[in-house]
């Protein structure tokens, strides 16, 4: 249980999930949580749902909290936080979900007074299945990282590392569910080309893909290995995956992986 109160600045799809998901899980209760969006409807819409406060204003949430979790797009984080620097009045924990903002660039912002995590959480927490990768800024503290972990460990699971890693877990399990949308996709229009119908493929795809993902989360096997289980020696899984080593296909996932780190290190800029 999170005694403390905490401030949501944003609630879209991301914020409200974790707001959400401490609160299913008893982790945070409602009358601890306090949020706020530039969305006015939105922000009193999740409030009626939720039973969290809705603040008047960035003013009014800073002052009411002793920790903030930033839930807004990089873009507008500049703004938000030059909001935030005018009202905080005392030592205030920021945890920061935004891609590509670097803990220091909060820290400038905000000064001194303020300790910052970042944390790169990914839209699997929305069901409670997330892996989010969390690193510590400046004067954060043991305790500030053990409390970001329980927020996001309440959502799936939740790993620690150094910050200049943020940019290569942002590519790998913020982005990555992206990848793997992308892969059912192509794989149910592949069926539909060979002769299923579109809502048979489309099944087939995304149960294949949920099974797939459960037995490689309770399997002690590697992915390789659990690859190799599946491929018999001149079967059609073999057949299939010499056209995707032919065409290059792994050299195309660290491809993907390498140019989505290196856009995460360019928002930083």
């Not at 920790?67 to 797009?73: C, E, G, Y």
């Not at 001149?234 to 856009?263: M, N, Q, S, Y």
Request: glycine letters at 14%; one cysteine or more.
């Amino acid at each position: 249980m999170i005694n403390t109160a905490i401030g949501f600045v944003g609630v879209g799809n991301m914020g409200s999930a974790i707001l959400r998901g401490l609160l299913d899980g008893g982790t945070l209760v409602a009358e601890n949580a306090v949020i706020f969006d530039v969305d006015a409807e939105k922000c009193s819409r999740v409030a009626q749902e939720t039973g969290a406060r809705a603040a008047r204003d960035v003013a009014d949430l800073v002052g009411s909290v002793d920790t903030v979790l930033l839930a807004v797009k990089p873009q507008s984080m500049g703004e938000c936080l030059d909001e935030m620097g005018r009202h905080l009045a005392g030592p205030t924990l920021v945890i920061s979900i935004a891609a590509g903002i670097s803990t220091g660039y909060i820290s400038n912002r905000l000064g001194e007074s303020v300790r910052v995590v970042r944390v790169m959480p990914n839209t699997p927490a929305m069901v409670g299945a997330g892996i989010a990768g969390g690193s510590s800024g400046a004067g954060a503290t043991e305790d500030d990282m053990a409390l970001a972990t329980e927020i996001f460990g309440t959502l799936g699971e939740a790993v620690t590392v150094s910050e200049e890693l943020i940019d290569a877990v942002t590519a790998v399990s913020g982005s990555g569910p992206a990848y793997f949308f992308y892969l059912a996709e192509k794989l149910a229009e592949a069926g539909v080309k060979n002769g299923l119908p579109e809502d048979v493929a489309v099944k087939l795809a995304r149960k294949t893909m949920e099974g797939a993902g459960a037995l490689l989360s309770g399997s002690a096997d590697s992915p390789a290995q659990l690859r190799r289980k599946v491929t018999s020696k001149g079967g059609t899984t073999e057949a299939a995956l010499g056209v995707l080593d032919k065409l290059g296909f792994g050299k195309l996932v660290e491809e993907a992986v390498t140019a989505a780190a290196e856009r995460s290190r360019e928002l930083a800029k």
